[in-house]
DNA sequence: AGTTTTGTACTGACCGGTCAGTCTAAATGT
DNA sequence: ACATTTAGACTGACCGGTCAGTACAAAACT
């Protein structure tokens, strides 16, 4: 078998079994023996079980946040913000272990990964910053807004959002989750 | 010592040491070396470790549930929202550690607990549901709003920005981080 | 051509250590 | 008296990490 399909395998087994039941509980073990892989290969291929969750942090959070600059690449500033939103939820129901895993570790506190949340902030949080900054720069949004803050908010509010629409409504069609998290954000709630 | 001040301090050292590096990794050993307590105590108490983590959990959203409940009780509809965010940021703000384990929890999967995550969205989130509820019924919001899912939305929205906050910039004013939160709930974002 | 070497990917038994949980006899508190 | 806590020794299961060895194909040598 290919190295990288090795490690992918790897990585999936890891995530699903992290996202269960958080880190310490996923054994080594148990994640080789999901990969279809014995222990040894982990070891091969990663050195240790800290440096195979580093590196699956990595590659999924850079592709976390590619898809979201994707999404806002071209669009007016007007636009950019709504399509932040639906490229986050459309990666999150397709990759619905990953952002629990991402959601329980980014907020962790004195844990082993400074880095690990450093990173999340980097390339996740701050796709959605510089959407807001544009928003800002083009006049569209106030200029005294907070920034960080409001791209924390903004994130956040869409990763808790999303992991409910997959654990409680499963059916429920993407667009419409869209459209109630966009009102919320423009304030077209108040009567 | 009371059994009751022996529980609570074993809960406070309990939800610091999970916070910090999760449930599997918080040995009861160590838990009990940081309440002060004999390991014995741990079972006489609670019987097993799972079931201290089950115990602490009602316990916190208990009583999380019941501060965001006091915070709108009495005033107009119109004020609970804002009453609501700032006492779940208060309570946050206090009880950090509770919150990172909160976060964990919520939204974790296949887990052994899909008891815990039940409790906190009746509990917790319930009592922003009620407040949301309250405003669509007084015509204060629109009647066709999405009401359990903006519920989530601003439970979860609050709670990851409030653990940014007390992580980046822990000596901001509480009152700043809740103006920018209103801000963005009442689409005053916008120029 | 056939043989030997080399590099890469992987295997699974094994080791030292940690963990949850048990047990007991004595102390402490009310 | 009775409930609660202490201190610590102990057990068996499990965990992260190691390591000698297997498989196999491309390269190098004769």
Redesign the interface.
């Known amino acids: 078998m290919s190295r990288t399909a090795t490690r992918e395998r790897l990585f999936t087994a890891a995530i699903e079994l992290i996202?269960?039941?958080?880190?310490?509980?996923a054994s080594v073990d148990r994640i080789a023996e999901r990969a279809g892989v014995a222990k040894g290969t982990v070891y091969y291929n990663f050195g240790s079980k800290n440096a195979m969750f580093t590196a699956l942090l990595e590659y999924g959070v850079e592709r976390f946040g590619a898809a979201l600059r994707d999404a806002a690449a071209g669009l007016a500033p007007l636009d950019q913000l709504g399509a932040v939103v639906r490229a986050e939820l459309a990666f999150i129901g397709e990759h619905?272990?990953f952002a629990?895993l991402l959601?329980?570790e980014t907020?962790?506190?004195?844990?082993?990964w400074p880095h690990a949340?450093r990173l999340i902030r980097e390339r996740a949080i701050g796709a959605v910053r510089d959407v807001v900054q544009a928003a800002v720069d083009a006049?569209?949004?106030?200029t005294d807004?907070?920034v960080d803050?409001?791209a924390?908010?903004?994130?956040?509010?869409v990763?808790?959002?999303a992991?409910?629409?997959r654990?409680l409504q499963p059916d429920r069609p993407l667009d419409d989750?869209h459209a109630?998290?966009m009102?919320?954000?423009?304030?077209?709630?108040?009567?």
């Open positions: 996202a269960e039941r958080g880190f310490a509980a619905e272990s629990r959601l329980a907020w962790r506190s004195g844990g082993d949340a006049g569209e949004l106030r807004l907070d803050m409001a924390s908010a903004v994130f956040g509010m990763l808790t959002v992991l409910d629409w654990t989750v109630t998290l009102d919320l954000l423009r304030g077209r709630i108040a009567t």
